[in-house]
C-alpha cells in the first residue's frame, strides 16, 4: 500500500484551548490525509472556532447536542473515505508525530487493525492518577478474557483500522464505553489481524480538562459483558 489515504477522526468536546494546537500538529504528518472534526456539541467556543475553518483537507461535522466519544465516532467513520482510518483525540495526550509507528503494520500488510498502547515500554509518559493506572489494566484483563486477545492496553485512544474493517460492525454506545465495544467487535471479525505497538502519552489532570471518570469505569465493565456475552 503504497499510495494510501488517511482519514483522521477527531471526536471533539469543549476543546478551544487545545484544538487549534492539534490541528496543526495533524495537518504536519507526512500523508495524503483527510481530517474529519466531529464537534460533539461543545458550548465553549470550540464550536465558533470550528466553523471559521474552511479548507478542502477538512470535513467538520457537528452534532446538535452533546452524545458523547462513541456518537462522535460514529458519525466520524460514516464520512471517512480514506484506506485507513486513526482515531486522534482533541486533548494533546496523543501524539501525531507517532502515525509512522501506528500504520506501518498495515502498510506491510500485517495488520487489518492496530492499538497504540501506552503501557508497552516506549516513549515519554506523564506520571499521574495511580487509579486510573490500574483501572485501565483492569478493564484491559477483563476484555481480554472475553475476547482471547492480549493486548496491553484495550482503553488507548489510538486505533487505526484498514477502512474496510470499520464496514464489520457499528457502534452502539454513545460515551466512552465505545473502547470495549469495539475491541469486542474486531475480535469477533474472522482472521482479523491485531497488532499493538508502543506510543507516549501525555496526560492531562481533571483541571486541564480531562473528562473520563470512575462512572465510565462502571459502565465498560458492563459493556464488556455486554459485547462480548450478551452479543
Known amino acids: 500500500m503504497n499510495d494510501f489515504t ?4 477527531i471526536p471533539i ?29 461543545s458550548t465553549d467556543g470550540t464550536r465558533e472556532i470550528l466553523r ?28 471517512a473515505s480514506g484506506d485507513i482510518v486513526i482515531i486522534q483525540d482533541a486533548d494533546l495526550e496523543y501524539d501525531p ?6 500504520i506501518q503494520p498495515i502498510l ?11 503501557f508497552a515500554g516506549h516513549g515519554a509518559h506523564r506520571v499521574i492518577y495511580f487509579w486510573h493506572y490500574v483501572g485501565n489494566r483492569f478493564l484491559t484483563l477483563l476484555s481480554n478474557l472475553f475476547t482471547n486477545l492480549n493486548l496491553s492496553d484495550m482503553e488507548t485512544c489510538y486505533k487505526v483500522f484498514r477502512r474496510e474493517v470499520l464496514e ?18 474486531i475480535a469477533k471479525i474472522q482472521r482479523i489481524r491485531i497488532y499493538e505497538v ?13 473528562k ?7 459502565k465498560a465493565v458492563w459493556c464488556i459483558l455486554r459485547y462480548n456475552i450478551f452479543k
Open 6 to 9: 488517511l482519514s483522521i477522526v
Open 108 to 118: 506491510d500488510h500485517k495488520a487489518d487493525v492496530v492499538y497504540g498502547s501506552r
Open 13 to 41: 468536546f469543549n476543546e478551544k484551548n487545545t484544538i487549534g494546537e492539534i490541528l496543526k500538529t495533524v495537518r504536519a504528518t507526512p500523508y495524503r490525509k483527510e481530517i474529519i472534526l466531529v464537534d460533539d456539541g
Open 198 to 210: 508502543p506510543i507516549s502519552y501525555y496526560g492531562r489532570t481533571y483541571e486541564e480538562g480531562k
Open 52 to 79: 471559521e475553518l474552511d479548507q478542502p483537507d477538512l470535513k467538520i461535522i457537528l452534532h446538535s447536542h452533546n452524545q458523547g466519544k462513541g456518537a462522535a465516532l460514529k458519525s466520524g467513520f460514516a464520512a
Open 97 to 102: 508525530r507517532e502515525y509512522p509507528v501506528l
Open 168 to 185: 464489520n460492525f457499528t457502534i452502539n454506545e454513545k460515551r466512552f464505553g465505545v473502547e470495549p465495544e469495539i475491541t469486542a467487535k
Open 212 to 218: 473520563i471518570g470512575w462512572k465510565d469505569g462502571i
